[in-house]
Structure formats: C-alpha cells, structure tokens
C-alpha cells in the first residue's frame, strides 16, 4: 500500500499510528508469506487483539448493565467478539481493500471471507493498543461495532436456543454440534465445533469451552440462515 492509501485507511479507523509498521503488518494475511517463516504476517497481532477486543466489550457490558448476571455477560460478550461480528466491523472500515493477499488467496475472494477479515481486523485492534494504548483500541471498538455494541447491552437470548427454536419452528432437523478440533496448552484450550441443521446449512465456532463454542456456532449458523433471530 502506498503511503496515501495508509492514510486512508488510519482516516477510516480513526487513529494516526506513530509506529505505523504496526499497521502494514496488521494488514498482511499469512497466505502473502508463501509459507516463509521470516516474512511477518497478522497471526501474532491477531492473537493479541482477540484478548484486547475481549476485555474491550467486556468491560463496555459489565458497566452499561450492573445488575446483569455473569451467565448473561457471557453471552452478550460471545454475540459481539465471534467471526461474524469482527467481519461485519472490519467491513465498516473497508479493511478488504487494504489487505496483502497471496495471488492465489485474491483470486478465490479473500478480500471479503469472513475469517480473513475477522482476523485482521483483531490484528488492527492489537496495532491500536500498541500504538496508543487500551483508549485507542476502545475508541476503533465502540465507533466499529456502533449500534452492535449498543444493543449487546441488552439482553439477549443464548444462541443454542434460539437456533433449536428457530428450527423447531420450521419442522426442521435437530441441530447437531460436532467437535472438530482443540488447540491450545491445557489451561488455556481453543475447542472448534461445528453446528448442522439437515441439509439447510452448517456453521463454526470456537470457544475457551465446548459450550461457548457451540454457542458460537449455533450464532454463526443463525446469522446466515436467520440474521433477525436472537
């Protein structure tokens, strides 16, 4: 990206990086490094900007309602950090257009896949927070996620719920959740679970637990199939 294009894009995210090599290797996707180890990609700064999104709209919920229940935080939490959310912000920003892609990734549309996006737009959080600190990456969180986040301030029905019932409703098959993967060390794992209804679609999620990643998946799937349920 030229310099102008940067600047762009710090206009869209509103914030003027000092470090601003943290922001070119925010925007740099792993399938650019074409397998070369040392070529920085996004993976590190995601890692960090998933915890610093976390703590973000975790703090913004556990203010707005005081009275709420640690269970309904967590919900609310699990609705506005998942895939879906981080895509739908980062295309807020147009994000796609200032990604480094492989050739390859490009051509199959990886300017506007949701992970690849979701991704970047952790990795840009995390730039933030190095760049200017937890109030920097706040003020790109409240402004990107906008009315999201205002209305995860309210109460909100758990997922796994809300996709059963959406599918009873329907005479639909049971949906039926499949764990497909841990990663992680033992006290910190990563489950990946994937959520089925017969043949009307599928969806991932992935969790600190088999439970919120279920619950991650059953909102993913909701969010394709029925994005006015929950």
Request: with cysteine.
């Amino acid at each position: 990206m030229t310099a102008a294009d940067l600047s762009r894009l710090e206009a869209r995210i509103g914030w003027t990086f000092t470090q601003r090599g943290l922001l070119e290797e925010a925007l740099i996707h792993a399938s650019a490094a074409e397998g070369r180890r040392d070529v920085a990609t996004n993976e590190r700064l995601e890692f960090l900007g998933d915890r610093v999104l976390g703590l973000v709209v975790a703090q913004h919920l556990w203010a707005a309602d005081p009275s709420c229940r640690e269970a309904d935080l967590a919900l609310r939490l699990n609705a506005l950090v998942n895939r879906t959310a981080c895509a739908r912000a980062a295309r807020a920003v147009d994000l796609g257009a200032a990604l480094t892609l492989s050739k390859a990734e490009e051509a199959s549309g990886g300017r506007d896949k949701d992970t690849i996006l979701a991704d970047a737009c952790e990795a840009v959080i995390a730039a933030l927070y190095l760049d200017g600190g937890l109030d920097a990456a706040r003020a790109f969180v409240i402004r990107a996620w906008g009315e999201a986040l205002a209305a995860g301030a309210k109460a909100v029905r758990d997922p796994k719920t809300a996709l059963q019932e959406w599918a009873a409703a329907r005479r639909l098959d049971t949906p039926v959740y499949v764990v497909e993967g841990r990663v992680g060390p033992d006290h910190a794992p990563r489950f990946v679970v994937e959520v089925r209804v017969g043949a009307v679609g599928a969806a991932r999620g992935e969790g600190g637990s088999k439970r919120d990643a279920e619950r991650a998946a059953a909102a993913a799937l909701l969010e394709k199939v029925a994005p006015d349920v929950g």
